[in-house]
Nanobody, 115 residues
Framework: QVQLVESGGGLVQAGGSLRLSCAASGSVFSFNAMGWYRQAPGKQRELVAMITSGGTTNYANSVKGRSAISRDNAKNTVYLQMNSLKPEDTAVYYC?????????WGQGTQVTVSS
């Protein structure tokens, strides 16, 4: 059973930074891709950033240039560094990990950006 545990969310002022962490119970090498989605109240869940097992990254246009996704294979952890945060970045952020047979989700961590 794969478990993903997120941390690093919280309340931050606009212009500030946060680093989200997602620790996986299995080796990250078993995942084709890992990344982050977010869901704001009343909105659909959207992809924020992802990183493949080969190291290819992809970002939503709304966070491109302000965010960086990375992984530490030794710690089975994926990170999302978010800078220059805006109130519209306020959402619950969910970590995911995808294998060839399933996509696993974390429970989510709240990010609130005050203006």
């Amino acid at each position: 059973q794969v478990q993903l545990v997120e941390s690093g969310g919280g309340l931050v002022q606009a212009g500030g930074s946060l680093r989200l962490s997602c620790a996986a119970s299995g080796s990250v090498f078993s995942f084709n891709a890992m990344g982050w989605y977010r869901q704001a109240p009343g909105k659909q869940r959207e992809l924020v950033a992802m990183i493949t097992s080969g190291g290819t990254t992809n970002y939503a246009n709304s966070v491109k240039g302000r965010s960086a996704i990375s992984r530490d294979n030794a710690k089975n952890t994926v990170y999302l560094q978010m800078n220059s945060l805006k109130p519209e970045d306020t959402a619950v952020y969910y970590c995911y990990a995808r294998t060839i047979v399933a996509t696993h989700w974390g429970q989510g961590t709240q990010v609130t950006v005050s203006s």
